[in-house]
Structures are given as structure tokens and as C-alpha cells.
């Protein structure tokens, strides 16, 4: 029977050349045998889809640092969109590599989860890339992390970018009662699901499509319902894994990161993003100048 089935995927890669503080990965560096450990664990996975041609796949790439420096990712990209069994291929990014390889792509297909990190790069360099992304059609959402001392530049963001291009702030919830209610405000002017993203989403026994619909996979195949969760539920290279895809409630307390609780039925995310679930882009738009 088809599958019909969207795969975040997150091989060994784990290097970044931006140096956010919050980031484990910032700056971080791998060695050849690593990179070439990523390269072919990224290189099987894609073997694996362009095989399954009766399914329809959507693929998420979710890396632990920036994976379009470099060129493996690239070229993946462009053959996936290419194939008729993918739906979608999104990925997660800094928009700090060049943007060529995107016009040999599918733009109905591509589409770029693009994140802004003031003091890493300039504003306008960066607002450079999505006009580039926006002239070869791709689908693109914006995205910072909500720190206080970068209020001013979240503003600026908005308004310099294209009105119909969602920004979305993702809370910073490290600091317990971060906000004021003055900031609160703020940032939900900018982006009306910061709320959503703001709290941690009780979890336990709720309904979610992760593990049935929506899988996680690592470089070696390994199938786990989500990347938050982590028991094992089979491999993406051993026959039959598809018995393991079934709907389980969610095990964790809590679910507190965007590319999880998304899934979470009872907060009807899917209607909201529906196409645009996994670049996280609203089906309709929500947000306002």
C-alpha cells in the first residue's frame, strides 16, 4: 500500500559558521571523515526516496547547525523537487549560502524555513536573499528568535519585508517569565501564533500525528516518532517498517518546539499551516502591518 508520509530528516551533521551564544552548534566544525559520514548517510536517504515511487513524500530537513554551505544539501534538494513521488522538500537555513542551485529545483516544491540572526548578518544582505528566493518563485517563511535586545531589529524586519511574507518569532524560553507584558504585546503584533509558541503545550496521552504520518529519522535510517521523543519505533531501510507507523498518543509531558506541537491535534495547527505545515507557513495569512 502507498505510504503517504512526511520524514523529518537529521543526519550526523552538526556544524554551523554563525556563532549565536544560544546555540550549541555555533562555529562549531567537523572533520572530513564526519562531513563524508554526512554526505553518505544524506546520499542513502535519498536513494531510499527516489525508490519509493509509489509513495507520496514530503521531506523536512531539520539539521543541527547550517547544512546549504554545503553542496551535498544543495544537490539533494534539486533531485528531490524533481521527482514526482515528493510533495514538498523543505529546509531550515540561515540563507547565508548562494542561491543558484535553486533555480534547477521544483519551486512548486522547494520551500525554505529561513531564519534572521541579527549581529551574524546584516539585515539587508539577508532581506537580499529572500528577494532572491522570492524572485525564482520559491515559497519562503522568515523567522528570529525573540530576544529582548533584538526588538528594534524584529521591527525593522517586518516592515522591510514583503507584506505577504510571514514572520514568525519563536519565544526564547529559557529564562522563566521572560516577557513583560509590554514585549508579550510586541511580539504578538508581529507574529499572532507567538502565544502559540510562548508555553509549553501539555502533551501526555494527546493525540498527535507524529509516528503514524509525520516520522523523525537520523542518517542511519533510525525511525523515531519525533526528535523530541526518544524511543525507537524501527528503521527506514529494514522491510516492513511500515507496521510500525500507527497512530500512539504522545509520551512526553509536554511539547514546547514549533516542529512538534504542531502536530498535536487537539491545537488544530494543520488547519492553520496546512500545505505550509513543515515550512511553517499559515495557509492563509495571519499576520498584519
Known sequence: MALSLS???????SSCNYACGYCP???RRESYADL??????????VGWVEARSGDRLSVFFTPWGE???RRWYREVLVRLTNLPNVERAAIQTNLSCRLDWAARCDPAKLAIWATYHPGEVAREAFLGRCRELASLGIRHGVGVVGLKEHMDEIEALRRELPEDVYLWVNAYKREPDYYDEAALRFLEAIDPLFPVNNRRHPSLGRS????HSVIAVDGSGTIRRCHFVPEVIGNLYEPGFESALVERP???P?????IGYVHLDHLGLAEVFGGGILERIPEQPIWRR
Open 36 to 45: 563524508a559520514a554526512d554526505r553518505e548517510a544524506l546520499s542513502r536517504f
Open 254 to 258: 509536554t511539547c514546547s518546539c514549533h
Open 25 to 27: 552548534f555555533a562555529k
Open 67 to 69: 547544512a546549504l554551505t
Open 208 to 211: 498527535c500525528r507524529t509516528g
Open 250 to 252: 504522545c509520551p512526553a
Open 7 to 13: 520524514i523529518l530528516y537529521r543526519g550526523p551533521l
